[in-house]
């Protein structure tokens, strides 16, 4: 079996999956409860294990605060055990909004300020939210997030005689709860969303052993036949901060470039000036222990042939004579006479013997 888990959780990476439900204080708790317990039992008719919680052991929740309930559905105890390890989830794969006044930001009890309702949704998480609104709309209200993820939509008609902010602020109102079906048609929709966490099946089974009422096993399949589902990316503007060693896999400088570096891996002396100089870490070390250049992230900016402290060992050639960025290296290793011919070509000096140059540049001051 396998789980959509946190991607950035090792320990409980494809074997876990946590689910959360964020609701008004007190109102809508029995509610939250329902959810999370739900999940569970329809998990565990699966062969998996999983457990149901509340975010506070002193339940300090009052009248219309945010609080949280958690789902944690694992393979065997052991990786249940793992994810309990912890305080709460810090990232989850599925988050249930039953309240969609929360959707432009929720201030917790503990005075955290002001926090996405979307905050620990993982990359390809989902956000479910009950509400009368499209999601284009709640998106409008929705704090944007740096990775792509997803909205879901379970939709909840203004009802008359149920008390909430402009009518009806979610599916299942506030204040009382109300046995109205949401908490099972919250559990069609996790199954829609992430049918590793539990399949619509198995919410079905688990809901007619516990209430031996269809309509309301049906409540949870017409929940997953009609969730309104919205992919959301992440902003365009965003550049992430790359660690050091590691470059983005979209962001591609090679446009920038006039003047291409030109490697004669037969003279290089190893002597990682270039690696070090580099401003865009260009360079990689061969088998070798020669350093070979990434065109897709150079920029031309020449500083490597500058430091070089051998003649000829690296050149910098017009970018026009190149209609790819293939590695000089591979060319090197599989196609030596073509390499050769290159170097012919700029009237690089090419070295049978490997020796090093007779004439070098001054070392480097």
């Known amino acids: 079996m396998t789980l959509s888990a946190p991607v950035d959780d090792k320990t409980v990476a494809a074997t876990s999956a946590s689910v959360e439900v964020v609701y008004r204080g007190i109102f809508?708790?029995?509610?939250?409860?329902?959810?999370?317990?739900?999940?569970?039992?329809?998990?565990?008719?699966?062969?998996?294990?999983?457990?149901?919680?509340?975010?506070?052991?002193?339940?300090?929740?009052?009248?219309?605060?945010?609080?949280?309930?958690?789902?944690?559905?694992?393979?065997?105890?052991?990786?249940?055990?793992?994810?309990?390890?912890?305080?709460?989830?810090?990232?989850?794969?599925?988050?249930?909004?039953?309240?969609?006044?929360?959707?432009?930001?929720?201030?917790?009890?503990?005075?955290y300020g002001?926090?996405?309702?979307?905050?620990?949704?993982?990359?390809?998480?989902?956000?479910?939210?009950?509400?009368?609104?499209?999601?284009?709309?709640?998106?409008?209200?929705?704090?944007?997030?740096?990775?792509?993820?997803?909205?879901?939509?379970?939709?909840?008609?203004?009802?008359?005689?149920?008390?909430a902010p402009e009518g009806s602020a979610s599916f299942a109102g506030l204040w009382v709860y109300n046995d109205d079906n949401t908490d099972f048609q919250v559990l069609g929709a996790v199954a829609r969303v992430n049918p590793g966490v539990v399949s619509i099946e198995a919410v079905e089974k688990a809901i007619l052993q516990q209430t031996g009422d269809?309509?309301?096993?049906?409540?949870?399949?017409?929940?997953?036949?009609?969730?309104?589902?919205?992919?959301?990316?992440?902003?365009?503007?965003?550049?992430?901060?790359?660690?050091?060693?590691?470059?983005?896999?979209?962001?591609?400088?090679?446009?920038?470039?006039?003047?291409?570096?030109?490697?004669?891996?037969?003279?290089?002396?190893?002597?990682?000036?270039?690696?070090?100089?580099?401003?865009?870490?260009?360079?990689?070390?061969?088998?070798e222990g020669t350093y070979e250049v990434v065109y897709e992230a150079c920029i031309g900016c020449s500083i490597c042939e500058e430091v070089c402290p051998v003649q000829d060992c690296i050149t910098m050639v017009n970018e026009l004579e190149f209609d790819n960025n293939d590695s000089l290296y591979e060319m090197y290793k599989k196609d030596p006479d073509g390499y050769k011919r290159l170097l012919n070509k700029f009237d690089i000096p090419f070295r049978e013997d490997g020796a090093a140059p007779s004439s070098e540049k001054e070392a480097v001051k």
């Not at 029995?30 to 008719?45: D, H, M, N, Q």
């Not at 009368?132 to 944007?144: N, T």
Request: charged residues 25%.
């Open 28 to 111: 809508q708790k029995t509610l939250a409860s329902r959810i999370c317990r739900g999940i569970v039992l329809a998990s565990r008719l699966e062969g998996k294990v999983g457990t149901a919680f509340a975010r506070y052991g002193d339940s300090p929740e009052r009248n219309g605060v945010p609080a949280k309930n958690f789902a944690v559905v694992a393979s065997d105890q052991d990786e249940l055990e793992k994810s309990l390890a912890r305080y709460e989830p810090s990232i989850v794969d599925v988050s249930v909004c039953v309240d969609d006044v929360m959707c432009k930001g929720i201030e917790s009890w503990a005075w």
């Open 114 to 163: 002001i926090q996405p309702i979307n905050k620990l949704v993982r990359e390809g998480g989902w956000l479910i939210v009950t509400s009368a609104r499209s999601p284009d709309e709640l998106l409008e209200h929705i704090h944007r997030k740096p990775h792509d993820w997803n909205l879901a939509v379970i939709p909840s008609p203004v009802r008359e005689g149920v008390f």
């Open 214 to 287: 269809e309509n309301k096993a049906k409540a949870a399949r017409w929940s997953y036949d009609n969730l309104q589902m919205r992919p959301e990316m992440r902003e365009g503007i965003v550049v992430e901060a790359m660690k050091v060693g590691t470059r983005n896999p979209v962001y591609k400088k090679w446009s920038t470039r006039t003047r291409r570096p030109i490697i004669n891996f037969d003279t290089c002396i190893k002597c990682t000036l270039c690696w070090l100089h580099c401003p865009d870490e260009c360079f990689e070390v061969t088998p």
